[in-house]
Nanobody, 119 residues
């Protein structure tokens, strides 16, 4: 089992910056990918960015050049640096960990952190 706790959400003005953190605990060694997803009111949850255990990253087109995902293995934490935010970035941001243990593949989710972009 993996537990994920997000932090860093809040109110930010358009054009501003925010950094989200996702701290993982539990069966850390089984994690092969971690990602940030978001869900805006009335919309489906969508991938924002992901990073594999090898450091390969992937971004949604809507955030390329503005957001950066990174990981600190010593702290078992993944970050999402959000720059030049826009109103459309307003959403609940969720952290997800993908794990593999033998033939068993599972996803774990955090409870989410709210990001509101508004002046």
């Amino acid at each position: 089992q993996v537990q994920l706790v997000e932090s860093g959400g809040g109110l930010v003005q358009p054009g501003g910056s925010l950094r989200l953190s996702c701290a993982a605990s539990g069966s850390i060694a089984s994690i092969y990918v971690m990602g940030w997803y978001r869900q805006a009111p009335g919309k489906q949850r969508e991938l924002v960015a992901a990073i594999t255990s090898g450091g390969t990253t992937n971004y949604a087109d809507s955030v390329k050049g503005r957001f950066t995902i990174s990981r600190d293995n010593a702290k078992n934490t993944v970050y999402l640096q959000m720059n030049t935010v826009i109103a459309e970035d307003t959403a609940v941001y969720y952290c997800k960990a993908g794990t593999i243990t033998g033939p068993d593949v599972r996803d774990y989710w955090g409870k989410g952190t709210l990001v509101t972009v508004s002046s």
